[in-house]
């Protein structure tokens, strides 16, 4: 039984046994939200709910603040309303957080603020994509449709819109009857999307309109009561008078708890949601307590760490030294705040916002122990802004990375010619960007002028710009990475661009049709994605696909091959939605295990898990392949994966990525997660399991983050998160959202001065990275030496610089003559100084516990560094060449 409905059912006999009053113990199952966007057509969407025989009452939209305005219906109806304020989100968000269920119907949220727009996507689970040019029906889908879908009532036309899933538990139920069946009717486990303006068109849609919302109550158990409405006007919802013993009843009930938040994705890449403070009206659970606390206290570190970085950088002070030691005999350990610095620095405003900051998590806590919970979050709030707005970003604090950024498709479409990507490069290099992933392949459509692929892209004909790109990014320090989508063959949005029909599968797989996969259906298009997909376990795809790569990695000098898509789609084996039915697949597994796998269902354990491996092999061998073929003419070559962040288990039950293995094996170089997340500790949790991962002792780790809807301050925050992390550097998607504003940030706290040389980017030379991430240590530490700001004992100290002297010594030996002793020596001298770490932090760890675990994080970078050099640099590994 649901949860709502327990509650009712106690509530009901709560009201009887008191012999309350009927008006007073009235249940409202449904509450209607009225708005100004759907003002002109009330009248008939109230005409149409009398004809859904349903209790309802309204809910005054300009009138909703806080949750307790949305009243107690079970379900909650925003038919057609296109303008969502953030006040009206945040209350929305919590209560469906609480358990409440939505429906939603038409351009929902369309003009809200694009933050309003992103996060309601994350809500609902889908999003409104485009109206449609001309009325169409309705299609229920015959496979793997919920039994509350309705059989009948699909027969009217409506002018509606596609509905595009946008989490990974979405799930598409009905579709318009139009070539490739696009979305109509989305679900998750809270929410129902509508994809047409219910209660607006004509006769013909009537039926419809009110056989979906009946349908759409029984999925949650909402009562109908015919005529209840029809001779009175429906109620006000925060209006309806409930007893209060309803809802200690329903909590005192053990009830499970509220679905969570499912992760999105837009497109194929993964965006987790962005994190508001939980429960923004009424009490705080200590949980929340706790978690808002951590995102403060880890938001103040960061703001200190990017002032820390700056002043060291900026400063004069030297490395950790004996003559460190005479100045620091007699010093007290006391600390100082760093207004107090005797190395004085124009970030006075920074210095007072933090003391502010930490002025408002005392009293945050104090608040929340008076139990006064509306002060308590004012306190938060207003400390999290005053962090925001004087975050550290007029001068340079970048130290040795890689500093990466995707050129999407679009954008090189945009410039007719070489002249056109002169600008663009250059504003790339002044934001300090080292690395550029240029997409070259997309489609099935490359860049360039192919002589191995059918067809280059027809939006950029006439002219070479990889041939472009590779000049002008050397020609500024910079390196140029080939973009290429390996298995992904077909995307139906770029049909569109190029006015092909919409299930055109791409120049290469209209002329080879066996070398596509379906889904169990049949299906060429996965229907969330609108992209279709070569079967890797075809040998001719594999060559293909092979002597591509090899055509760009030798006829351009290139300086590495990102592979997306190195995968297959996505899936859900839960409700039979799969892929990789190939003909060389299907032949394949069959003439292993004497089984043709479309007959194999997750249920089938042990051949499901033979079919998923067998998919899992196919592109690990891929990668392998390539690895070796590329290598063994390009022996510089860069090879990285754009990967996705999920957990091992899902990642390969649901596409069969498996890179862990291929960082293992050396196969890549660079492992870059589509970490994306709307805000900052969204990005830890996601990025934080994979830097725990030992098996990327072989390759570097670079995570994403997505500039699209996020705020120039928090991706500087993501920035400075994993500069914190042990990361080797980071990843921008993409140029197209690189506004001017966050170019300048870039500019003035990572852009090389022209008088200076450029900074070893890690993937080429690591051990000198290594050395300069050590010294770029040493002058944070010297510098709170110097002003006094370290908490440490004499002694400590004292063993502490003479480790740091020793470890300095053998880091740039390394450096200047890399051979397998020297290298032996480094790490021994560091894993000595990582152990004794934290002994001699003790002090300064118990006063300032985020700085000592950052320091940390940064020597295991410098950990990492050692292990990939070892084996992409030393003679003796990497078939005795020396790979840089």
Not at 632 to 645: E, H, K, T, W
Not at 854 to 859: A, E, G, S, T
Request: net charge negative; proline share 7%.
């Amino acid at each position: 039984m649901k949860k709502w409905v327990i509650g009712i059912a106690i509530a009901t006999t709560i009201n009887i046994l008191l012999g309350l009053p009927r008006a007073l113990a009235q249940t409202v199952n449904l509450g209607v939200v009225k708005s100004p966007d759907n003002q002109a057509d009330w009248s008939d969407i109230t005409d149409r709910l009398q004809s859904t025989g349903v209790d309802y009452c309204v809910v005054d939209l300009s009138r909703v603040n806080q949750i307790a305005d949305l009243g107690d219906p079970q379900l909650l109806f925003l038919p057609n309303i296109e303008r969502l304020e953030p006040e009206h989100l945040a209350t929305l968000q919590e209560w469906m957080r609480q358990g409440g269920r939505v429906i939603v119907s038409g351009s929902v949220g369309i003009l809200s603020q694009p933050e309003v727009r992103n996060r309601l996507r994350s809500l609902l689970g889908a999003y409104w994509g485009f109206g449609l040019s001309q009325p169409s029906r309705l299609e229920r889908l015959s496979i793997s449709s919920p039994s509350w879908i309705p059989d009948g009532g699909l027969v009217g036309e409506v002018q509606g819109g596609v509905v595009i899933p946008a989490s990974l538990d979405a799930q598409t139920v009905a579709v318009w009857n139009q070539p490739e069946s696009p979305p109509a009717v989305v679900t998750t486990d809270q929410s129902i999307f509508l994809g047409w303006r219910w209660g607006v068109d004509g006769e013909d849609a009537a039926q419809m309109d009110v056989v979906w919302l009946q349908a759409a109550l029984s999925r949650y158990n909402v009562t109908l009561t015919p005529g209840r409405m029809t001779n009175s006007s429906p109620p006000n919802c925060a209006a309806t008078p409930v007893p209060t013993i309803r809802a200690d009843q329903q909590r005192q009930a053990n009830l499970s708890p509220p679905h969570p938040t499912p992760v999105p994705s837009e497109g194929d890449r993964l965006v987790l949601p962005a994190q508001t403070p939980a429960n923004t009206w009424g009490t705080l659970t200590p949980n929340q307590v706790t978690a808002m606390s951590r995102e403060l206290e880890n938001l103040i570190g960061r703001v200190e760490s990017t002032l820390l970085r700056a002043d060291a950088h900026n400063s004069e002070v030297g490395l950790l030294t004996q003559e460190s030691v005479e100045s620091f005999a007699g010093m007290s350990a006391k600390e100082s705040e760093h207004g107090n610095q005797r190395h004085s620095h124009p970030d006075r405003t920074t210095v007072s916002a933090l003391a502010q900051a930490r002025i408002g998590l005392e009293n945050f806590l104090g608040a929340v122990e008076q139990q006064d919970y509306t002060a308590a979050r004012r306190q938060w709030i207003n400390a999290r802004r005053l962090l925001w707005d004087n975050y550290p970003m007029e001068r340079q604090l970048a130290q040795p990375e890689i500093r990466a950024i995707w050129l999407d498709r679009g954008t090189i479409v945009k410039a007719k010619r070489k002249q056109d990507l002169v600008k663009l490069f250059d504003n790339l290099a002044k934001a300090g960007f080292n690395t550029v992933f240029f997409e070259t392949v997309n489609a099935s459509y490359p860049i360039y002028p192919s002589q191995v692929a059918p067809e280059q892209n027809p939006l950029v004909r006439g002219w070479d710009p990889l041939e472009a790109a590779v000049e002008l990014a050397h020609e500024r320090g910079m390196e140029l990475h080939a973009w290429v989508w390996i298995f992904a063959a077909a995307n139906q949005r770029h049909n569109a661009l190029l006015n092909q029909p919409l299930d055109y599968p791409g120049p290469v797989l209209a002329a080879h049709p066996d070398w596509a996969i379906f889904d169990k259906q049949g299906r060429l298009f996965a229907p969330n994605t609108r992209k279709a997909f070569f079967d890797p376990a075809n040998p001719e795809v594999r060559e293909y696909l092979m002597t591509l790569l090899e055509e760009i990695a030798t006829r351009y000098d290139v300086d590495g091959i990102q592979l997306d898509y190195i995968r297959y789609p996505f899936q859900d084996p839960r409700v039979n939605q799969t892929y990789g039915y190939g003909v060389a697949a299907r032949q394949q597994f069959k003439e292993r295990t004497g089984v043709d796998p479309i007959e194999v269902y997750p249920r089938d354990r042990t051949l499901w898990q033979q079919w998923t491996e067998f998919r899992i092999r196919q592109v690990d061998s891929f990668v392998a392949s390539v690895s070796a073929r590329l290598l063994s003419q390009r022996p510089d070559l860069i090879l990285s994966a754009a990967v996705f962040p999920l957990p091992p288990a899902e990642r390969q039950q649901r596409l069969q990525q498996n890179w862990e293995e291929w960082a293992l094996q050396g196969y890549i170089d660079l492992v870059v997660p589509m970490t994306y997340a709307l805000d900052t500790e969204g990005l830890h949790s996601l990025t934080q399991p994979l830097l725990t991962e030992s098996t990327l002792n072989q390759a570097l780790l670079i995570p994403g983050i997505r500039l699209l809807n996020l705020p120039d301050v928090v991706a500087v925050d993501q920035i400075q998160l994993l500069r914190d992390l042990p990361a080797n550097g980071y990843a921008v998607f993409a140029v197209e959202n690189l506004n001017e504003n966050l170019h300048r940030i870039f500019q003035q706290t990572q852009g090389q001065p022209e008088s200076t040389s450029t900074d070893p980017i890690p993937y080429r030379k690591p051990f000198q990275v290594a050395m300069d991430r050590f010294v770029a240590l040493q002058r944070e530490w010297n510098f709170l030496v110097t002003n006094e700001q370290l908490a440490i004992h004499q002694d400590a100290f004292t063993e502490w610089v003479a480790q740091t002297e020793k470890l300095n010594q053998a880091l740039n030996q390394l450096a200047m003559a890399p051979s397998p002793p020297l290298m032996r020596t480094a790490q021994a001298a560091l894993a000595t100084f990582r152990s004794q770490f934290p002994q001699w932090m003790q002090q300064q760890g118990m006063r300032h516990p985020y700085q000592v675990q950052m320091w940390d994080n940064r020597l295991a970078t410098i950990e990492r560094l050692l292990n990939y050099g070892e084996r992409t640099t030393l003679p003796g590994n990497s078939s005795d060449a020396i790979k840089r």
